[in-house]
């Protein structure tokens, strides 16, 4: 039979505008050193309490605990508030009911305890401050401990206290001291899952200094907030901010969080002119990773096909095809900023998490490896970079050069590139203008060489004329792309399983077959191959439409072979804490720079020693599917593309961002800076 709970309250005081008393959540005072209680504070309305710093004015409760026997301390625990903003002043506290945990500690635990609490308080409605005052009492028995009825009033509010947010899906990312309004301020990033409804920020510091109301700008469907507030010196002696020791409380509505920060002086980032220019070279370095291999074909084709062509039509050309480059850039920027604002996940190559794009793309690099081999002839070839096909005239369409570039773009998109990363980052951490002008950047980075023969025809038209050496050429292409289309098939079998992989990849065979068909049969039968073409090709993009993204095993994620475990970014702050360093690589089977820094670095003999030192846990993030947990830490970073590396350690608790391209020296030098050395 269940023994009914016991009240253990103190009476009511009665006020004219609150009544106050003491409440505990055990109806004894037990084996334990410290006792959970709470100052319950009924408020009539449009009157309000303070919290613990109280904003622009007021006072917070004070509780003098004179004349209580067998207590040794108590402090208050704070409830997350309101925001209250009158004439221009901005005041934090509550209203209506509210429960203030207390822990109070025992002089002798066991013992009998009786509280007395003379409180000091302010009650205050729009027009008028009152300062009043309430004796309480409260005698709790020695002996065993049962809950309380008031245990689950307490525990509610208890709730509400603000932690490190883990609980509530909410994270701080960077704070900086930056210029707001015109004015030194500090920009606050912070990241929540689900996304933010209304969120607020609180800053604490020394009194010299009156921090404003922030101007808050969600992003990424309210999962980012970026938080401006201003600092005013309201004392001569006011402190720089940059190192400073602040106390932030973020909340949104009963989610928060509460944090001590230093805010970096490195202000609210890169101007943009520099971003640009990162933009620029790194969309030009983009042209030389590992992952461009079909668009290195493309281009090659494109040049050798111009041997021998007028000046004029050879810049004209050219142009064409970074007019394309920079058209697909700018469609990239207009699909991420209407995902943005949509609230979808958003970042570099996130595109070739869809099964239905590979399978698509795959499709699109069978079709042209085929026309390559001449095993059909429309004006396709154009498209492939204005070559020319022997024997017909109308090979260097404009509509072809001006698809070779936006084709070379779309082939681009799975690899990063050192500095494109920073300026992607920067360029979806921002709005519309800067998403626009970032990616106008990247796309000139990119068509660089295309200019570059724009400018100077005699690059191309110094090579020889097309001729019977051009076909062997082509074929070799062919083989990179169908090479290219393989790996598109191979991704896709960790994403929708080896079966609908299996199958995409016979669809794909059946289309070239299709199309060598007429090669084979009667004139007659000529006309059914290009149904045989669509239908096949067609089956192949929807297949994986059908079947559902497969789970990742742990031991996939993870790379059993190897010093490799899966990623866990809650287990990061314990492991350093204890002593240990911590890698960080997130990694894409559809990121070609990434397996060619697995190939290069990560799997060499020297690094594969160090990863596997006792003190050091390398953990690998599978972002091959879709990840929210990936891609939310990746934004902490400002980071929205792959490869990406980090490294922490006692050294450098926050993190040592590695470069895109990983070299072994960059990842010693980071292991031993993270290490303290």
């Known amino acids: ?10 009476a009511w005081a009665e006020g004219d505008q609150a009544s106050l008393r003491l409440v505990s959540a055990a109806d004894a005072v037990g084996s334990e050193a410290a006792l959970a209680m709470g100052l319950q504070v009924r408020l009539k309305p449009t009157w309000k309490i303070y919290w613990r710093s109280p904003g622009d004015a007021g006072l917070p ?13 108590a402090a208050f625990r704070w409830p997350v508030p309101h925001r209250f903003t009158l004439f221009g002043l901005d005041t934090f506290g509550y209203e209506g009911e509210v429960v203030l945990p207390l822990t109070v500690r025992l002089a002798k635990p066991g013992e009998a305890a009786d509280l007395k609490a003379h409180v000091r308080y302010l009650v205050c409605d729009p027009q008028i401050c009152v300062p009043a005052e309430a004796q309480l009492s409260l005698a709790l028995p020695a002996g065993p401990a049962a809950p309380a009825i008031e245990a689950d009033l307490i525990q509610r509010f208890v709730a509400e206290v603000p932690g490190d947010g883990s609980e509530d899906g909410l994270r701080l990312g960077r704070v900086a001291t930056g210029r707001v309004r015109d004015a030194a301020g500090l920009i606050v990033e912070a990241q929540a899952t689900p996304p933010f409804a209304a969120p607020d920020l609180i800053v604490e510091g020394p009194s010299s200094l009156r921090f404003s109301a922030p101007v808050v700008s969600l992003s990424d469907g ?9 600092a005013e010196a309201v004392e001569k002696d006011a402190p720089e901010l940059a190192g400073l020791p602040l106390t932030l409380t973020l909340y949104d509505g009963k989610r928060a969080l509460e944090a001590a920060v230093r805010p970096d002086a490195a202000a609210s980032g890169p101007a943009l002119p520099s971003i640009l220019a ?13 992952c461009v291999l079909p668009v290195l074909a493309l281009k090659l084709l494109g040049v050798v096909g111009q041997g021998g062509r007028e000046r004029a039509a050879i810049r004209v050309s050219f142009l064409a095809s970074a007019a394309g480059i920079l058209f697909s850039f700018l469609i990239l920027a207009a699909a991420l900023i209407a995902l943005k604002s949509a609230g979808a996940a958003i970042g570099w190559g996130i595109q070739f998490q869809q099964p239905i794009f590979l399978a698509g793309l795959a499709v699109v690099l069978v079709l042209f490896a085929a026309n390559l081999f001449g095993l059909f002839h429309v004006p396709l070839p154009a498209w492939l970079g204005g070559a020319a096909t022997p024997g017909r005239g109308h090979g260097h369409s404009l509509a072809g050069a001006f698809a070779a570039g936006a084709f070379a773009t779309l082939l681009a998109t799975p690899c990063s590139a050192p500095f494109l990363g920073t300026a992607v980052g920067f360029a979806l951490a921002r709005g519309a203008p800067e998403i626009l002008m970032i990616f106008t950047a990247l ?22 004329r097309p001729g019977r050496w051009m076909l062997w050429l082509k074929g070799a292409l062919g083989v990179a792309l169908l090479a290219a289309a393989v790996w598109l098939v191979s991704v896709l079998d960790l994403q929708i399983g080896r079966a609908a992989a299996f199958a995409v990849a016979l669809l794909l065979a059946g289309t070239l077959l299709a199309l060598a068909l007429p090669r084979v049969l009667p004139r007659r039968w000529h006309g059914a191959a290009p149904a045989m073409v669509a239908v096949l090709a067609l089956a192949a993009i929807v297949v994986p439409a059908l079947v559902p993204v497969v789970a990742a095993a742990p031991e996939a994620e993870a790379e059993a072979a190897g010093p490799w475990r899966s990623f866990a970014e809650r287990e990061i702050a314990g492991l350093v804490a204890a002593g240990n360093l911590v890698f960080v690589d997130v990694t894409a089977d559809w990121c070609l720079t990434c397996q060619a820094n697995k190939r290069l670095v990560l799997n060499s003999e020297q690094i594969q020693g160090l990863l596997g030192a006792p003190d050091l846990v390398a953990m690998r993030a599978d972002w091959t599917r879709p990840d929210p947990a990936i891609a939310a830490y990746l934004a902490a970073f400002g980071r929205y593309g792959i490869p990406f590396d980090a490294v922490y350690g006692p050294g450098a608790p926050d993190g040592i961002v590695l470069p895109e391209l990983l070299t072994k020296d960059a990842v010693r030098h980071a292991l031993r800076k993270a290490g303290g050395a």
């Open 1 to 10: 039979m269940a023994v009914p709970a016991h009240a253990a309250a103190s």
């Open 278 to 290: 990162l933009a620029l070279l790194g969309g030009f370095i983009l042209n030389f990773m590992p």
């Open 222 to 230: 309210g999962r980012r907030a970026r938080f401006e507030i201003a």
């Open 61 to 73: 409760p004070e509780i003098d605990w004179s004349g209580s026997g067998n207590v040794a301390s």
């Open 443 to 464: 796309g000139l980075g990119l068509a660089a060489p295309w200019l570059l023969v724009a400018a100077f025809p005699r690059l191309a038209q110094a090579l020889p």
